[in-house]
């Protein structure tokens, strides 16, 4: 599977955006979905994911009551919605794949086979 990550750009602090990932290739709902984020001079870190029919979502605790992931199967999309957003919250986000469910959801970058190029969120406080 192909992924295309977008949605990234400049927002103040208090804001929101919306990321998108478009999944092109075998079945979308054959995979499970996670956003990574990596900030400057850190590792990449484990923000969220989704299960492959997207009743059942996980969250790092940073993010939990400001993000919200979901997906549409029929559009081959999986979404991160970022609110409250905070300068902490500024890094390289990346969408990424795995063929493989686990219960709960893996969060390491090693569990993850297919990735997207990131997109840049950048929040001004």
């Known amino acids: 599977v192909q992924l295309q990550a977008s949605g990234g750009g400049l927002v103040q602090a208090g804001g929101s955006l919306r990321l998108s990932c478009a999944a092109s290739?075998?079945?979308?709902?054959?995979?499970?979905m996670a956003w990574f984020r990596q900030a400057p001079g850190k590792e990449r870190v484990f923000v969220g994911g989704i299960t492959w029919s997207g009743s059942s979502t996980y969250y790092a605790d940073s993010v939990k009551g400001r993000f919200t992931i979901s997906r549409d199967n029929a559009k081959n999309t999986v979404y991160l919605q970022m609110n409250s957003l905070k300068s902490e919250d500024t890094a390289v986000y990346y969408c990424?794949?795995?063929?493989?469910?686990?219960?709960?959801?893996?969060?390491?970058?090693?569990?993850?086979?297919?990735w997207g190029q990131g997109t840049l969120v950048t929040v001004s406080s």
């Open positions: 990424a794949a795995t063929g493989r469910f686990f219960r709960p959801m893996r969060t390491t970058t090693q569990d993850y086979a297919y």
């Open positions: 290739g075998r079945s979308f709902s054959n995979y499970e």
